[in-house]
């Protein structure tokens, strides 16, 4: 079929073929890093501040804890610092941002028992420290048992939300990587399909070209023969 251009043509389709090949690569190539980099970005806004968030609510909850048993055995008033609580609201808001975003009922579940724990633990501290300041034996013992209770409430839903963090980040990474080597496999496969049209098209081309200095050569001996 292809005999049937000049050889200046063949060159030129062997051009843009090539040219074509070049190009179909490239989108691909664009369009795979595109993806990529949205599923990593995704990954750092959404996971990262999950687990960000999951670890100030842990210092915050140890920090509460901590600076109220202290206060009660030193006998000393208990004075929590404001921001404490600001930020303890400020993650569970943040919470509950994520879980819309994860579309995830249990995280949204979990930040709202995180609030009523959180919550409930700073009324406690402060039935606490009265107690201690009291001096009454009986009353220190069960504001101390109250405030042990609602701390490892507190304590188990964090860890939840721990283990949910891990998860869904462990679940993402998965998809990053597999998406990754679907990238590799979508180059390689059309690396493969464009090395055999290539070789192919080549063929078919060259061998019209041979057949073009076939021809014109029987037809300059002919040429010859007749003179």
Do not use: C, W
Not at 119 to 130: M, P, Q
């Amino acid at each position: 079929m292809l005999s049937r251009f000049s050889i200046k043509l063949n060159l030129i389709v062997i051009i843009v073929g090539a040219l074509s090949g070049v190009l179909f690569m490239g989108l691909i190539a664009g369009y795979s890093a595109k993806t990529s980099k949205n599923a990593l970005d995704d990954f750092k806004h959404k996971e990262l501040f999950l687990m960000q968030t999951s670890n100030s609510l842990k210092n915050s909850i140890s920090t509460l804890i901590t600076t109220s048993l202290s206060a009660g055995t030193e006998g000393v008033k208990l004075q929590l610092p404001p921001e404490l609580k600001q930020g303890v609201d400020k993650d569970i808001a943040t919470l509950n941002t994520l879980s819309k975003e994860f579309e995830s009922k249990e995280m949204e579940q979990l930040a709202s028992n995180l609030k009523t724990r959180i919550d409930s633990l700073f009324e406690n501290s402060t039935s606490l420290n009265e107690a201690y300041l009291s001096g009454n034996k009986d009353d220190t013992l069960d504001a101390l048992d109250g405030f042990n209770a609602v701390s490892k409430k507190a304590e188990g839903e964090l860890k939840k939300l721990e283990n949910l963090a891990k998860t869904s980040m462990d679940n993402n990474l998965a998809t990053l990587e597999k998406e990754g080597q679907n990238f590799v496999i979508l180059i390689s496969v059309s690396l493969i399909v464009f090395f055999v049209l290539g070789i192919a098209f080549g063929y078919m081309i060259l061998s019209s070209i041979s057949a073009k200095v076939q021809k014109l050569g029987n037809t300059m001996m002919k040429i010859a023969t007749d003179l």
